[in-house]
């Protein structure tokens, strides 16, 4: 698809699980995904690519020492897809700006 500079693309999280090929989704449905404390500090130092479609963090994020204290029972830790409740649809959701881990699901969740 075609955008023009500046634009913003949406797309369903059901048609992004549906168009991954198995062994990625494979991946994404036995994951999950930790997103760092404080997480709009965190980034507050990285940049926008050029065209602005991506955020490039690596090597820019703040120190995590350096962000005000937080404890254990505040980590967010979300499943990579979730079940709508009332279709039972299932739909990639993740949120790349923040995210600071990817795991295996674990048996706590």
Aim: proline share 6%.
């Amino acid at each position: 698809m075609d955008i023009a500079p500046g634009a913003t693309a949406m797309v369903a999280g059901s048609r992004a699980l549906q168009v991954l090929n198995p062994e990625l989704r494979e991946v994404v449905l036995n994951s999950r995904i930790e997103y760092a404390h404080h997480a709009f500090q965190w980034m507050s130092t990285a940049r926008s690519t050029r065209l602005g479609h991506l955020i490039e963090t690596e090597d820019r994020e703040m120190p995590l020492d350096t962000l005000p204290p937080w404890t254990e029972d505040e980590i967010c830790i979300y499943p990579m897809v979730w079940t709508n409740p009332m279709t039972g649809e299932k739909s990639l959701q993740i949120h790349g700006q923040g995210a600071f881990n990817l795991s295996e699901k674990q048996t706590r969740w």
